[in-house]
């Protein structure tokens, strides 16, 4: 077993240098948006100060999370057609 100074539940992760991953901490083997060492600095600091907005593109408007999903798409069944 690999030893290392970091807290309980934290696990040293590989990234390509000078990039820093940002992921979800529910979904710990889930996707990550991964920024360059001071575009991250800038987005957490921007997540910090509630800066960011969801936004649908193009239509010049802001809401949250349920304003982009009530203009998302319906979801289309899967399966064979009838």
Known sequence: MV???LPP??????RPPR???VRDSKESHGPALVFTADRGS???AAVKDGDLRARVPGDGQ???AAA???R???HRACGPRP
Not at 9 to 14: L, M, Q, S
């Open 68 to 70: 982009v999903r009530a």
């Open 3 to 5: 030893r290392h100074p």
């Open 19 to 21: 990039r820093v991953p």
């Open 9 to 14: 539940r934290v696990r040293p992760g590989r």
């Open 42 to 44: 800038a987005f957490i």
């Open 62 to 64: 802001s809401g949250g």
């Open 72 to 74: 998302a798409r319906p």
